[in-house]
């Protein structure tokens, strides 16, 4: 087994991972900043569900052409801290051009622009961070946590920022606590809370305006030569590895599960607003984002246990109970969609969702495929979870909530969520049925959770 984790406190105590941390920070908050409310802005814009599906489809198509193209040219051209930095500046930009765009060409080109400088930015801060760290089973958790910890950090200014501050000013508070009191409790609802969520791009874009100065000061690391850098068509290499009866399946159902998670996100923001009397659970607007930032904070605790629990329940039943983490999630949401409580603490499922599915299936991947093929292998699976699912959810759950489950501006959520509650049970089944890896010979171990990667 690899050496004991040291302390967070000890692995920060070096200028250079102190600067990888902040990096990771910004990295993440920009893109947790605009993600989670995004989905409730969009119809507030009067958008169809397909222009809806398009807007939404700019970062996971990215995250495709990063695959084949972006990261690769990035790599082999450019200083990784410089493109860093221009990327931000204008990505950063255009994430500000989308806070006061309200016609669809121009929002999906400025969110177009901004996903196809950002994605890529995702693995040159990996590989900047690789870079400069000695041992990076031991560091790069520390530093990649960063990461989550920025996820988290981007929810809680809309606690000050989705406020009806007219009620505020009716209530008169006196006193700095009774002020305080008053503006928790007083979030924005209804027509004004989604025209207020234009504020979570002006906060990405200032964040990533932020991060592009901040790229400047990174230790300097400069363009890989072509022989360093993967090969141009690794992902067809890549393909082969689905004639393996398990890895097709795993593939197969990864897939299924980001389309679950992407679902979580799509529905999520606008069902916690919802008002009890229209069927939710009536979440004031200031308190949506960071109500869902706990399935983060849940994240970081469950990745510290994944370890212990791949050894004891092993790798199928670990990622089966990833996937039911969503059937629970999901049933909670459509048998008490207007209990507050449920429905806040049934968001601490998402570090189960997270931890045991995707980071086992990374983790899976490292353990069971030779070292010139698993960068390739990671490539196909990152290629379900941040492409194809994402799509799939994004065409998809526009078309379901608006055409399919809404009637006279009603939505039947009890009906809405059991689609992805049965889905997940059918998706646990097969692959507790389907999924049969070969045993890992003794001296074969898996890489630490930490090493793993992050599908938000």
């Not at 979870?385 to 759950?397: D, L, R, S, T």
Request: proline share 7%; with cysteine.
């Amino acid at each position: 087994m690899p050496e004991r984790q040291p302390k967070l406190a000890a692995l920060m105590s070096s200028p250079v991972r102190l600067k990888l941390f902040g990096m990771m920070v910004l990295e993440f908050a920009i893109w947790g900043a605009w993600l989670p409310l995004i989905y409730s802005y969009l119809p507030s814009l009067g958008f169809s569900p397909l222009q809806q599906s398009w807007i939404l489809n700019a970062f996971p198509l990215a995250a495709i052409v990063g695959m084949f193209f972006s990261n690769q040219f990035a790599d082999r051209n450019f200083a990784a801290e410089r493109f860093l930095a221009f990327s931000h500046l204008v990505g950063g930009l255009a994430m500000l051009g989308l806070a006061f765009t309200k016609s669809f060409w121009p929002f999906f080109l400025l969110m177009l622009v901004h996903c196809l400088l950002y994605v890529p930015t995702i693995s040159i801060c990996n590989s900047i961070a690789f870079a400069h760290i000695k041992d990076p089973q031991r560091e790069f958790g520390p530093v990649r946590m960063g990461g989550t910890i920025g996820w988290v950090l981007a929810a809680w200014p809309f606690t000050f920022i989705l406020v009806d501050w007219e009620a505020v000013r009716a209530a008169q508070p006196k006193g700095w606590i009774e002020w305080l009191s008053t503006v928790l409790g007083h979030g924005l609802t209804g027509p004004e809370l989604f025209q207020a969520i234009r504020s979570t791009f002006i906060v990405a874009g200032v964040t990533s305006l932020v991060l592009a100065a901040y790229s400047l000061t990174l230790p300097h690391t400069p363009p890989k030569k072509a022989a360093e850098t993967a090969d141009r068509l690794a992902w067809l290499k890549a393909m082969r590895l689905l004639r393996k009866p398990y890895v097709l399946v795993l593939w197969l159902v990864t897939f299924v599960d980001a389309f679950l998670l992407y679902a979580y996100f799509n529905w999520t923001g606008l069902f916690l607003a919802t008002e009890p009397q229209q069927g939710g659970p009536g979440i004031p607007g200031n308190w949506i984002m960071p109500v869902m930032s706990i399935g983060q904070v849940m994240e970081i605790l469950t990745m510290l246990i994944l370890g212990v629990t791949l050894k004891r329940l092993g790798w199928r039943t670990t990622m089966v109970l990833g996937i039911l983490g969503h059937t629970a999630r999901f049933a909670v949401y459509a048998f008490f969609p207007q209990n507050q409580v449920f429905i806040i603490l049934v968001q601490m499922l998402h570090g189960i969702c997270y931890a045991f599915f995707f980071a086992t299936v990374y983790i899976f991947v490292d353990a069971y495929f030779p070292k010139d093929s698993r960068a390739s292998a990671q490539g196909l699976f990152n290629m379900m979870i941040f492409g194809f699912g994402n799509i799939a959810a994004n065409f998809v759950c526009p078309w379901l909530r608006q055409e399919v489950f809404t009637r006279d501006g009603l939505t039947d959520y009890r009906a809405m969520f059991l689609v992805p509650t049965v889905i997940s049970v059918l998706a646990a089944g097969a692959l507790a049925l389907l999924f049969r890896p070969p045993a890992l010979p003794p001296a074969e171990e898996a890489t630490p959770p930490e090493a793993a990667g992050r599908a938000t």
